[in-house]
């Protein structure tokens, strides 16, 4: 699952992709979704090529192992991102049975998010440095807005996927961090209710609780922390 609420940087305020294109920002829209669709490829290979390196091939052999982005483009989930700035990709298939360790599911739900952490990292730290070294490709507003959003969407993948609620990344790694019995229960709580949890959370978002706002201000924050140049 992944989400994009884009937003202007200065002020911080929320902005769908076809507002984007109702405003004629046509470089913006396209800078954000190619960043969207770079990002949602490198999630997805990332779970896939955990649960190879640990002995599941169903990825590899669904051609799901790769950074071609178009076997993991799902048509109505990118359409929801260009309508409302909510949208998934195909989530990679695995086959735990295959695992050659227990904490298989753990490692393979938190590659995703792993991924875009890391790409956050490099992304901004890579911007930073351009900028201090004062080459050209760095200096223009369109780099400005592609490096960023590129930063702050991966940050906003991560900590999304990172909620404990339906089918997000986060709630195969909860479990790990329960007691047995709490984690059977908190197990078959999300598989009946999960998925309602999610969208009465993105509902909540549009009836003007500011849920994804609040992502993307912890999302700015951290880009502080993780800028170490």
């Known amino acids: 699952m992944a989400i994009l609420a884009a937003g202007k940087l200065q002020t911080s305020s929320l902005l769908t992709m076809i507002q984007l294109l109702l405003d004629q920002q046509y470089v913006l829209f396209i800078l954000i979704a190619f960043a969207l669709i770079f990002s949602l490829t490198f999630h997805e290979y990332g779970h896939g090529k955990v649960a190879s390196m640990i002995g599941d091939d169903t990825a590899e052999r669904a051609g799901r192992l790769t950074l071609n982005p178009i076997p993991h483009i799902d048509p109505l989930g990118l359409l929801m991102v260009v309508m409302i700035g909510i ?12 695992f050659n360790t227990r904490w298989g599911m753990l490692m ?7 991924m875009n952490l890391l790409l956050a ?28 959003y ?5 940050m906003l ?22 007691p047995r ?4 229960r908190f197990i078959q709580l999300n598989q009946r209710y999960g998925t309602y949890a999610l969208l009465a959370l993105i509902a909540f978002n549009f009836l003007g609780v500011p ?4 992502i993307w201000k912890i999302g700015e924050f951290m880009l502080g922390i993780i800028l170490l140049v």
């Open 87 to 98: 949208g998934y990709a195909k989530p990679v298939p695995t086959d735990p049975r295959k």
């Open 108 to 114: 393979v739900a938190a590659a995703g998010p792993a």
């Open 121 to 148: 990292i490099v992304t901004i730290n890579l911007y930073a440095i351009g900028l201090k070294m004062g080459f050209a490709l760095f200096q223009s507003q369109v780099a400005y807005y592609f490096f960023t």
């Open 150 to 154: 590129l930063a702050l969407i991966n």
């Open 157 to 178: 993948l991560m900590l999304f996927n990172l909620l404990p609620i339906g089918p997000l990344d986060g709630s195969y790694i909860l479990p790990y961090a329960l």
């Open 181 to 184: 019995e709490t984690a059977q």
């Open 211 to 214: 849920v994804f706002a609040s």
